[in-house]
């Protein structure tokens, strides 16, 4: 069965230093998100893509963060100058098409877990 | 007000037997849907099992059934013959599809434990 890939597994980084978290969604897929799970706590709405731009985004998404599709195949999120409290799990998820109702599930990465020193 | 609501933080059952993991939703839109999620140990999120807002059936996906009453808006999730590979963290979550939005709302979780 086709996965949500996600790489790397842990990133461990100083404050104040970008990084970047890659994603490999399901080819057959159209929209693509970033969640976060800051640690025991539940899963956050970042940031949805389609159509090679943002859909939508939540105001946890604010001007640190950044999200591209750069080749088709990868979709990647960027986080300029990284704080203390971006330490969480990011979560890639993608979904086809969906019909009116919305059916389509979100298939979920393993997930990245960001660490900031 | 949250969009969802899991009321039990931490649920106990015993192997073979069944549970039900509660989950409360509100929306104003007509048009939604409603997934659970697994979420072992290892980090990993798992898709369980979906109910859109218009079907008038409860989802099935084998030893997992929804129990959706639309009026109390509950989708409480019902595992049947319990495994210790059950053991995790259950999310329900909610899309508002008339809105246009596509993002899930995620509840805070409830973690099962499957006693031996």
């Known amino acids: 069965e086709p996965e949500v890939t996600q790489t790397p597994s842990h990133q461990v980084t100083q404050m104040g230093q970008e990084v970047i978290l890659r994603c490999v969604p399901i080819s057959n897929h159209l929209y693509f998100y970033w969640y976060r799970q800051i640690l025991g706590q539940k899963v956050e709405f970042l940031v949805s893509f389609y159509n090679n731009e943002i859909s939508e985004k939540s105001e946890i998404f604010d001007d640190q963060f950044s999200v591209e599709r750069p080749d088709g195949s990868n979709f990647t999120l960027k986080i300029r100058s990284t704080k203390l409290e971006d330490s969480a799990m990011y979560f890639c998820?993608?979904?086809?098409?969906?019909?009116?109702?919305?059916?389509?599930?979100?298939?979920f990465g393993d997930g990245t877990r960001l660490s900031i020193l | 007000a949250q969009k969802i609501t899991q009321t039990q933080p931490g649920m106990f059952v015993q192997e073979k037997e069944a549970v039900t993991l509660d989950c409360t939703y509100d929306?104003?839109?007509?048009?939604?849907?409603l997934f659970w999620y697994k979420q072992p140990s290892s980090g990993e999120m798992i898709f369980l099992i979906y109910q859109g807002s218009y079907d008038e059936q409860n989802a099935t996906e084998g030893r997992y059934s929804l129990n959706f009453q639309k009026a109390r808006k509950s989708a409480n999730l019902v595992i049947s013959a319990s495994q210790l590979g059950d053991s995790a963290m259950y999310f329900c979550a909610m899309r508002e599809w008339q809105t246009g939005a596509n993002n899930l709302f995620f509840g805070t979780g409830t973690r099962l434990t499957v006693i031996p």
């Open positions: 998820a993608g979904s086809g098409q969906g019909t009116t109702t919305g059916n389509q599930p979100q298939h």
């Open positions: 929306t104003s839109d007509q048009s939604y849907g």
